[in-house]
């Protein structure tokens, strides 16, 4: 299972990519394989403003939903609307062709605040132990 | 097995499958342009009926049923449906009644559901009976109801539900229609709520505590009067599912346990038929000071005769036209005429040794998460067969190759991996050792040949389906044009 | 033994000792003995299978059944006849005694009648996607209301049409009780029998959530819905219909055509007897861009391991076996039996069957009206009707259960519901009245009833 040094990590499976001042947001490969197959994505507008940690949307398996959660604050400057028709990218390529929104991140300190990669493994680990 | 494709892929433009006599009246004025149907039915059927006949069997002998096999779906009771009572419910008396008549001419029809009100009465040991739901679901959104109005009467609104973790959906659902928030209590390494744990969790704004006994691991609730002593302490009301009621018949009863408001299913208790989904019925019994707010019309004796009235200020209101799913309350009536009091008790007797006698023949080859005894169900876990990378899906699924619908699955969420098992008191030991045999079987297939059971069902007409695909592009219904790939259909 | 359980004192014996117990008491001796002593059931004995029969077939025997008065009842319960072939599917144990089709390899049969359903249902109310059924019409227009409700959030107000059946509008109530966030309004009917357009036009505003029309509502008039549908649009509002007499919809235009956003009806019209109000079944249409908020179950096609088409229960994610408190209903059991009979039934009757009926109805309908009108009986409301209609009678309807007694259950007495109404009886006739029964309604209605019986009824 692939966890990319360069992204970082919540502790709800989320990651974020920094792009300049965008941060570009999806779920972790851990994430898309415990869901199973992904048949729907429910994402905010373009132009919505997300506190961190709020809930942005749900992901939809055939046997699940789980809310999707703001990894830090900022407002949607895009949403990947490939998704509502294939979903699929979600499962296949969950930090490329599943990316879900880009935000315009409001403070850099949370993207800071959030896992590394290690840090997210250990996450997994302990959450696997119990 | 025959194969048969869509109705509307069979027939041939004109045929009828019902003909009628010409209507009389060409003089009538036809309605108006602007208000007149345009499109004469186009995609409608046009079949004879011998086509229509033959479609529709051929359909039913793809089911399982669990009048063919049995079914040890957890959480259900598919236990025998008498089939007299499928004629009693077509009595022409019954069938052709229609619910408007004045109550002089329906009196019959009345005391059937007087009788049965009664029954449900008994059974339960509480005070009054509404009849009106049309499934369980329907009777827990009533029960919320009821909740509700007792509360904001007394000037007293409160905003939640505790709930069991191990509940089932319908339970949150049903609370948050009513505008409830859900508040989860965990049960405990033994698979039990604690009085303690719902007094913990109990305080003035809670509404109700939502509970089944047994609860959906088909273990008794052995601290219930603890735990329904604490949310009456504080001033709430108890709430039980009945579903499980197949398990305490002549055991406890949910009155004395503390119960003030329950839903029966009477499509599981009391061998009403499941139909593929319904209909069902989903009766609630309340105790005396929930009464005036049960739903209208009420059933009422006046000068020896019965009656409907709509006097009931405090009432709901209605959930549904006219009084309930009448042709299953029926054969409801008729389930509890021929058990009678002890036909009950030995229901539940047997139902909780066939259920024991699984449980014995699995343990030790399926993980059995809780070793508090069980009721009338029991719970595994695919624990054991993890080394194989076999999971409770497949081996449902491989239960279809022997012949068996499979258990209930996935279900209680608190359960990874879930394998619920009801047999029912109304099946044969032979049967039992049978199905024990096949999931045994299976158990070792996984060890010896996992991608076999992986791959399940082999023997089924059709294999296992792509529910992913039906999900992210959802075809929900026939369109003229679309390619039929059924295979031969003669 | 006992009921329907097989157990042999052998039987009990073997198992008993491979479970390692002495008896069934101690399979319970963990429930505490406090409850146990006081658990006995106060109900008789059973019955064998003939006393049963004896004794439930003499509770049929006391109802006004198929032999008896003529009934010329409608008001949300419809007498049609029903086809030998719906009976005998129905009683096919595989569909009448299978579970809901979770293991969908297994249960083809019911999952493929039920995509044949949906198909039927969205065809007849003229809308893309339909569900797997409702509980019934009246239950099925509070859903649709709720349903509404999650497509316009914020959106608080709802028209209810006064000439709605008033079981429907007080089930929506009903289901409104615990949600604080919405207002029910009622829109008058006007003179004719119609919904009032220019009462509702008035009312409307940004904070419209929708309005429901009963297609035909409760007098048997056939309302024009489009207009309507443009005065809610024009709000951003939705409209709903309600429809207790499907059979309508064979001759009027369909809800869909007519602009409406959702479209429920009772199915009960089509193959299932009135069985005294149930079960019958809900059937509840609406566009496509709306599918995720439909409640209840839907069944979609797909294919197998090998190519083949098959059915499954679908987007089940909406429902409360995985959203559980954030579901869109809380239904679980449906009427999945009663939508087979409607599947049947409109499958025998078919296209050219259903309006040959259609016409049918109207026909004797208007015949039966214009031999009361001859006989001064007349119409109360001069709009469009398809198989019921409203008469002022007063006498009769102070009368109706003397008449009822005698021989004629003369349609039902609207006071009852309308108080605005009272006198006024509500006739239905369909294709099960023959021409004999419509003669005694006539001269029921038609002679003068003396006083006293009008007055002790």
Redesign the interface.
Known sequence: MEFPDDLRYTKEHEWLRLEGNDGVVGITDFAQDALG?V??VELPAVGATLAPGQVFGVV?S??TVSDLFAPVGGRVIGVNQVLRDE??HVNADPYGAGWMIRLAVARRDEVDALLDAAGYRAHIAREQAK | MLD?P???ER?SP???????P????EG??E??A??????????????S?LE??R???R??????????TL?P?GS?T???????N?????????????????E??????L??LAALEA?LA??SGLDAVCLQP?????G??LG??LV??YHVDRGDARRRVLIPSSA???N?????????A?TEVPVDARGLLTARAVAAAMDESVAALMITNPNTLGL?E?E??GITAAVHARGGVVYLDGANLNA??????PA??GVDVMQFNL?KTF?T????????AGPVAVRAPFADYL?VPRLVRRDGALAWTEDAPKS?????????????L?RA??Y????????????T??A???A??L???LRGTYHLPYET?S?HECVFSDRNLQDYDVHTLDV??RL?DYGF??PTI??PLVVKGALMIEPT?????ETLDQFADAMLAIAEEARRDPARVR?A?HS?????????????R?????RPGRP????ESA | M??????TAQ??A???A????GS?DD??????A???A??????????S?PE??R???????????????A?F?G???Y?HWI?A?V???L???????????Y????????L?????F???A???L?L???N??M?????ATAEAV?MARRLLPGRRVIWLARAL?P??R??V???L????DVEVREVPFAADGRTDLSALRAGLGPDTLCLVLGYPNVFGV?E?V?PFADAVRAVGALTITAT?EPLA??????PG?SGADIAVA?GQSFGL?????????GLFATRERF?RSLPG????????????????L????R?????????T??????????A?AV??Y????????????A??N???A??AA?RLEAAAVALRFPA?FFNEFVVRAPAAASA??AL??DGV?AG?PLGRWYPELEGNLLLCVT?THPAEQVDRLVDALATPVPAARAAGG
Request: proline share 6%; charged share 15%.
């Open positions: 197959d048949v729907f939809e055939n046997k979903p699929e | 048969e869509l109705i509307f027939g004109g045929r009828v499958g019902w003909p009628l010409a209507a009389a009246g009538v004025a309605l108006p602007e208000l007149r149907r345009e499109d004469g039915l186009a995609g409608m059927p046009e079949v009926e229509a006949l479609h529709f069997l359909l039913s002998q793809w089911n399982y049923s669990a009048a063919t079914y779906l259900c598919m236990k025998y449906n008498p089939v007299v499928e004629g009693l419910a077509r009595l022409p008396g019954f069938a052709a009644l229609h619910p408007l008549v004045p002089t001419l329906a009196q019959g029809a005391e059937l029954a008994a059974v049309a499934a369980g679901a329907h827990e959104l919320m109801l509700r109005a089932h959906g319908t949150p659902a049903s609370a948050t229609l009513c505008g409830y859900v008794f052995r219930i009067e305490i018949m002549g055991i406890a009863k004395d346990m499509h061998s038929p499941h139909g593929g989904g319904g209909p069902g739903p709901v209101g209605r959930l549904r036209a006219f009084y309930g799913n009448f042709g299953i029926v009536h008729a509890l005429a021929r058990l009678g009091g002890p036909g009950l008790a030995e229901a007797r047997l909780v040794l066939n024991n006698y449980r014995a023949r005894p009721l449902a699924k279809l619908y499979a996935y279900f008191e109304t099946e044969t030991k791959e069902p089924t007409r059709l294999a296992r389906l792509d529910e992913t695909r039906a999900a992210r959802p075809v929900l219904r026939w039929s790939n059924a295979g | 006992s009921g329907y359980s097989p157990h039987d009990i073997a198992m008993l491979a479970i390692g117990v069934i399979l319970f001796a963990h429930v505490p406090k409850l146990r006081r658990a006995a059931i106060a109900l008789p004995a059973g019955l299978e049963l029969l004794d439930v077939g003499a509770l049929a025997a006391r109802n006004a059944g198929a032999s008896g008065p009934v009842l008001a949300g319960a007498p086809p072939v009976d005998q599917i009683l096919r144990s595989e569909f009448a005694t299978a579970y809901t089709p293991q969908p390899e297994v249960s083809q049969g019911t493929q009648a039920t995509f044949e949906q198909t039927l969205a065809l007849l003229g893309e996607v339909a797997a059924s509980y019934d019409g009246a239950s709720l059946h079981h429907y007080a089930t109530a009903t289901y009780r615990g949600l604080g056939v024009d489009a207790a919809l064979a001759l009027v235009r369909s055509a009772e007897p009135v069985s005294y109000g149930g079960p019958g079944v599918v179950r839907l069944v979609g096609e797909t294919t197998d391991a090998h190519g083949r088409r098959g059915y499954v679908t987007l089940a994610t429902e409360q076996h995985i959203r559980r408190e954030r579901a209903s809380n239904i679980c059991t449906n009427q999945a039996l009663c087979l599947t049947v409109l499958s025998l009757l078919g296209r050219h069957g259903l309006a040959s009926l016409l049918a109207y026909r004797a208007h015949l214009a469009p109706w259960e009822a007694r259950v039902f294709e």
